[in-house]
C-alpha cells in the first residue's frame, strides 16, 4: 500500500489563506445581512413607536413586543412587560373572557375582533381600552397583534368629529342668515338716523330710538360674528408669515388689558403664567389668530371662580405647533363638554351671545389647525390648540420682505389739535410717516387715500358707534390695525373686547410716550 503522499508547507499555508478568505468573504455578507437586520429592525420600532395608539405583539400570551405609546398609557418600563403573560395586566373581571378569545385566534378559529377591557396601571388604576385582535405569522409561528386605544381617547375623537360636522352645518346656516339679516339691522339703523335728523321729536321717542339703534347695533354684531363662523376661505386678505408667539402676547393684552392699567378687578387676581417653548412661525392672519386666542383665555378666565391660574404653553411637535392653555377652575360638566364649541352656547350669566369659541375653532380650522379639549369638574380644562408650522420656503421669503419694508404709515384720529400733532411728531421722530385728522369723515377719507398701517382713534364715539367706524376702517384696509383710545364709561360698558373690534384698548388719561411704544411694537409685531 502506497503512502499517501504529502502536501507541502507550502501548498497546505496556500489552502489556509484561500480558507481565510472564504470565511473573511462569509463574515462580510453575514455582517452586511445583520446590518440590513437591524436596520429593519430599528425602521420596524421606529414605525410601531410613532404610533399614538398602543400596540402589544403576543406569542402563546407573552408579550415579545410593545410600543412607547402603551408602555406610556400603562406607566411600565419595556423590560417591566417583555415575556411577562398579558393577563397579567389586564383586570380580574375581563381575564377569562379575554383568555377564551385569545386561545380562538391562536388556533385558527374565528373569532370577534374587537373587545373591551381594562388594563391595570402601574400605579394600580384600571384604564378601560378598546382591544382590537389582528393574527399574524411570524416564522410560522401564530402570533396576536393587539390594537389599544384608551376608551377615553376614542370618545375625545367621536367628540370632535361630532364638533366638526356641527360647525360644518352651523357655517352654513350662519352664512344664509348673516346675509338676510346684515342688510335688515343696517336698514334699520340708517332709518333712525333719518327720523332723529328729521325733526323735532319728544324726549321719550329719541330714548326708545337711542335704545332700538343701541340693540340693532348689537344685532349687528352678532351677524358679523357669524359672518367670520361662516367664513370657510383658507386664503384671507390678511395671509403673511408671523411669529406666533408676537401674536399670543398680543392675545393675553386683548383679553386682560385692565392688567396694563390701575384698575382693579377680577383679572388681576387670576394669574397668567406663560412657557412659551416655541419660536415658530406660522402663515395666516396674525390678527384672527389674536382674537381666536384672545377668547379662549377669557373663557378660562370666566371659569375660575375667584382667584386661579392660566397656564399658556407653546411647544413644537413635528410639523405643528402646538398651544396649551390650562386653567384651574371649576372644569366643564360631561352634559356639556361636546357642546362647548356650539353656537350660542354659554353658561356665563352675563349678556354675552356664546358665540367666542364657535368662532375660535371656526379661525383655527380655517388654518388648517385644530383644537383637543380635555376637563375635568371642579380641577379645571385644558385646550390643547396645533397650528401647521410655516414652510421653510415661506419663511425665507417673509424674512426676505422683512428687509425691504417701507416706513410704516400711521393715521391719528384726534379731535383736540395739540395732542394730535404731539402724537404726530413724537412718531415722526421715530421714523414713522404721518398723517392726522379732526374727525370720523375725515379720517376715514384720508385713510382710503393713503392705505395706512395703523390707526390711532381717540374720538368722541359712542361705544355703539365704535365697532361701525373699525369694520369700515377694515373694509378699506383689511390688514389695518387699531388703538383705540376710550373714556372709562366705555371701557367698562359690559361691552367685550370682540364687540369693540380694537386691536388695543387704552383708556384715559394716558402717557404718551407709552402710546408711541406701544405702537412700535405692534408695528414689530406685524412684520
Known amino acids: 500500500m502506497k503512502k499517501r503522499q504529502q502536501d507541502s508547507p507550502e501548498i497546505k499555508i496556500l489552502k489556509l489563506e484561500e480558507e481565510v478568505k472564504s470565511l473573511k468573504n462569509n463574515l462580510i455578507s453575514i455582517s452586511s445581512e445583520n446590518s440590513n437586520l437591524q436596520k429593519a429592525i430599528k425602521r420596524k420600532d421606529t414605525l410601531v413607536n410613532s404610533l399614538s395608539s398602543g400596540i402589544i405583539v403576543l406569542r402563546h400570551s407573552k408579550i415579545i413586543n410593545i410600543n412607547k405609546s402603551m408602555l406610556g398609557q400603562l406607566g411600565y418600563k419595556s423590560d417591566e412587560m417583555i415575556g411577562r403573560n398579558i393577563l397579567q395586566f389586564i383586570h380580574t373581571d375581563y381575564k377569562t373572557f379575554a383568555r377564551k378569545l385569545h386561545a380562538r385566534w391562536i388556533s385558527g378559529k374565528t373569532a370577534q375582533e374587537q373587545y373591551e ?12 381600552c378598546d382591544i382590537f385582535i389582528r393574527p399574524v405569522h411570524l416564522n410560522n409561528e401564530a402570533m396576536l397583534l393587539l390594537n389599544v386605544i384608551l ?16 360647525m360644518d352645518a352651523f357655517t352654513k346656516i350662519a352664512s344664509a342668515l348673516s346675509q338676510e339679516f346684515g342688510c335688515c339691522f343696517d336698514k334699520i339703523i340708517k332709518y333712525i338716523q333719518a327720523m332723529r335728523s328729521s325733526g323735532t321729536h319728544t324726549e321719550s321717542i329719541l330714548q326708545g330710538l337711542s335704545k332700538i339703534e343701541g340693540e340693532s347695533h348689537k344685532s349687528l354684531q352678532t351677524v358679523r360674528k357669524l359672518d367670520r363662523i361662516s367664513d370657510t376661505k383658507s386664503s384671507l386678505p390678511g395671509t403673511i408669515v408671523f411669529e406666533l408667539n408676537n401674536a399670543i402676547s398680543g392675545a393675553v393684552e386683548l383679553a386682560f388689558p385692565q392688567k396694563k392699567g390701575h384698575n382693579e378687578s377680577k383679572d388681576d387676581k387670576i394669574q397668567i ?11 395666516g392672519d396674525p390678527r384672527e389668530i389674536k382674537h381666536a386666542i384672545a377668547h379662549i383665555l377669557q373663557n378660562a378666565a370666566d371659569a375660575i371662580p ?5 397656564f399658556l404653553t407653546t411647544e413644537d411637535n413635528g410639523e405643528y405647533v402646538h398651544i396649551y392653555i390650562q386653567d384651574n377652575g371649576i372644569g366643564i360638566p360631561e352634559h356639556s363638554i361636546d357642546r362647548i364649541f356650539d353656537p350660542f352656547f354659554t353658561t356665563s350669566k352675563d349678556s354675552r351671545t356664546g358665540l367666542g369659541l364657535s368662532l375660535s375653532l371656526a379661525v383655527i380650522k380655517r388654518h388648517n389647525g385644530h383644537i383637543d379639549v380635555s376637563s375635568r369638574e371642579g380641577y379645571g380644562t385644558m385646550l390643547d390648540i396645533s397650528l401647521p408650522l410655516s414652510s421653510p420656503r415661506k419663511q425665507s421669503r417673509a424674512d426676505a420682505e422683512k428687509k425691504k419694508l417701507r416706513p410704516a404709515k400711521i393715521m391719528i384720529i384726534q379731535e383736540q389739535d395739540i395732542c394730535r400733532e404731539l402724537l404726530a411728531q413724537l ?10 385728522a379732526s374727525n370720523i369723515l375725515e379720517g376715514l377719507g384720508k385713510i382710503k387715500r393713503i392705505k395706512c398701517d395703523l390707526v390711532i382713534a381717540d374720538t368722541g364715539l359712542s361705544v355703539h358707534e365704535i365697532p361701525g367706524f373699525i369694520a369700515k376702517t377694515r373694509q378699506i384696509v383689511p390688514r389695518t390695525e387699531v388703538i383705540l383710545i ?20 387704552l383708556i384715559k388719561p394716558i402717557n404718551t410716550n407709552d402710546l408711541v411704544k406701544q405702537a412700535m411694537e405692534m408695528l414689530m409685531k406685524r412684520h
Do not use: C, M, W
Open 117 to 128: 377591557a381594562k388594563f391595570i396601571r402601574k400605579d394600580k388604576e384600571s384604564v378601560p
Open 151 to 166: 376608551i377615553d381617547k376614542r370618545l375625545g375623537q367621536e367628540r370632535n368629529k361630532l364638533i366638526s360636522e356641527k
Open 273 to 283: 403664567k406663560t412657557y412659551l417653548r416655541s419660536n415658530a412661525s406660522v402663515e
Open 306 to 310: 375667584d382667584s386661579g391660574d392660566i
Open 427 to 436: 412718531l415722526r421722530d421715530k421714523g414713522f410717516k404721518t398723517h392726522t
Open 486 to 505: 376710550t373714556e372709562q364709561e366705555i371701557k367698562n360698558s359690559g361691552h367685550s373686547f370682540d364687540e369693540i373690534q380694537a386691536d388695543l384698548i
